[in-house]
């Protein structure tokens, strides 16, 4: 059975620093992977989707890696921001019609 | 507007008590979900649809039920609440299942049972 950890469960920065957020999955004979960004009271909105073929994805700010062999993934945030406070989660799926697997979100704080 | 809206978006019942949860997509999406997010469990699948009358299992389908009469719509009814389903319940649609579609979320129901 798949699952998805991230580590740390919460963290909290000053404002500009780069930091790095982790996300493991035991079985990896994954198809694709997502980032999510979950604000308080709100849905979670996707930010990257890596093909199970490409080692990273970027947009703006944000570099997502996947290195599917020791089954980790990345999501690097440059120069941090008050805005990007949020949680962000993680999801897998193992076929592309296959039910998506989360992990349990690491929140961010950044500090102004 | 298009997107996708759940109601309410806050529930108090006590245990044993009928509840419905209303989700309601303008996308025409085939494809919806229900998750439970708890602490430290991310998010679970409870019940997804394909399409109208079409609906299957998630990975924790005890003690719901779930309909699709129409497209847009797919509410969870909680047969007889208990407080273990206390919890933050999402609604989400695409237009295919799976990783490779982004889901549509909904802004949440918070539900608690006492």
């Known amino acids: 059975k798949q699952e998805v950890t991230q580590i740390p469960a919460a963290l909290s920065v000053p404002e500009g620093e780069n930091l790095v957020l982790n996300c493991s999955f035991t079985d990896s004979a994954i198809y694709n992977l997502q980032w999510f960004r979950q604000d308080p009271g709100k849905g979670l909105t996707s930010l990257l989707l890596i093909q199970s073929s490409q080692r990273e994805q970027t947009s703006g700010r944000l570099n997502a890696s996947l290195d599917k062999s020791s089954g980790r993934s990345t999501l690097y945030i440059a120069a941090s921001q008050p805005g990007d406070s949020a949680t962000y989660l993680c999801?897998?799926?193992?076929?592309?019609?296959?039910?998506?697997?989360f992990g349990p979100g690491t929140s961010l704080s950044v500090i102004p | 507007d298009a997107g996708i809206t759940q109601s309410p978006r806050y529930k108090i019942t006590e245990t044993g008590r009928q509840v419905t949860l209303m989700c309601h997509q303008t996308?025409?999406?085939?494809?919806m979900f229900w998750y439970r997010q708890d602490l430290g469990h991310g998010l679970r699948l409870i019940y997804y649809s394909a399409a109208a009358d079409i609906t299957d299992k998630g990975e924790v389908p005890d003690g719901y039920v779930v309909s699709r009469s129409k497209t847009e719509n797919f509410p969870l009814t909680l047969e007889s609440a208990t407080r273990s389903q206390t919890s933050v319940y999402f609604c989400?649609?695409?237009?295919?299942?799976?990783?490779?579609?982004?889901?549509?979320f909904g802004d949440g129901t918070r539900l608690s049972i006492l």
């Open positions: 996308w025409s999406h085939s494809y």
């Open positions: 999801a897998v799926g193992k076929t592309s019609y296959d039910k998506v697997i």
């Open positions: 989400a649609s695409s237009v295919w299942p799976g990783i490779n579609q982004p889901q549509h």
